[in-house]
């Protein structure tokens, strides 16, 4: 394997701390200027670095919450079963509330929680270890799905394509390739010339930060443009497709992603661009009929205000609309790539497939 390419992929972005009692994150609102590491020991140090994006992407919040709420029921002092149940649950309901759009988030909590109801039967020890298979199992999964998704995105490219993409999708985000860049990594990897245009990603800057930096240290041809630049960059012709990761795919294949992902998937569809949602099938929520039921986040109007130069931007009494996500209507998008493989319209069908 590339060495160059695997010092970006193989990064320990979530992991348990060596004794084994707290998570250890990339602090991504760092990068791309430093490279530094937190403990997460109590609920709120986790809480925090999922609210302030420390760690970010739909699978990597997914992965920290599966660590997080085992170092939680690690401090759990009681032998009881109801007991220790009770304060799990407890603990797991203010984890979810740190961040609402990315089904990851609840996903993972509710996969640890079961494992704590299948197993009323045993002594809390036995539970625990439990869980930490189970949090463990979480994340080497992840891996195997990143590589498999990126493995079906590589064979919708061609040598040569210009491929147009939005906020951050790769190994930060994920465990090791990512899901919506994973592709570009292999096809590095496979000595294939793929030119990625990145989006800045306004307000938080995920293309600019995350996205360039992974894929320029990855020796990736990497070109980054503001968002506003992607209707040129595709009337030159330079675009082939676009690929997106997802934080949330309604049962109708209508996939929350970033905010600025469904003006990318609009203008595709004027140039008659393919544009592909990628995403592990933990991202689907079957809850979801359309997107109209996806919960979108609203976030702190400073993010526009304050944090893009080192002076603010706009008057303190400016006032500002600041979600999170966007929907991207499923009639814009070309196919949505899993692990189990490539879902075409319709998607109602092709989703319902995948969990049959
Ligand atoms: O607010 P963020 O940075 O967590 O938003 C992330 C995205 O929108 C990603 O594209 C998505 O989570 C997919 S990550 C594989």
Redesign the pocket.
Known sequence: MNEEIKKVTHIDNVRLSDDGKSVVIIDQTQLPNRTEYLTLSTGKDIWDAIYK?QV????A?GICAGYGIYCLALQIETEDYDQFLAAFHEQKEYLNSSRPT?VNLSWALNRMEDVVKANADKPVKEILGLLEKECKAIHAEDIEMCRKISEYGLSLLHEGDGVLTH???GPL??SRY???QGAFFLAKEKGMDIKVFADETRP?L?GARLTSYELSKAGVDVTLICDNMASIVMKNGWIQACM????RVAANGDAA??IGTSGVAILAKHYGIPFYVL?PTSTIDMNCKTGDDIKIELRDPEEIKEKFYAEPVALKEVKCYNP??DVTDHELITAIVTEKGICYPPFTESIAALFR
């Open positions: 994006l970010r992407g739909a699978p919040i990315a906020c951050n999708a985000a994920t990512g899901t919506g938080l995920q997106v990761g997802c934080d992603n970033k995403g999170a996500f």
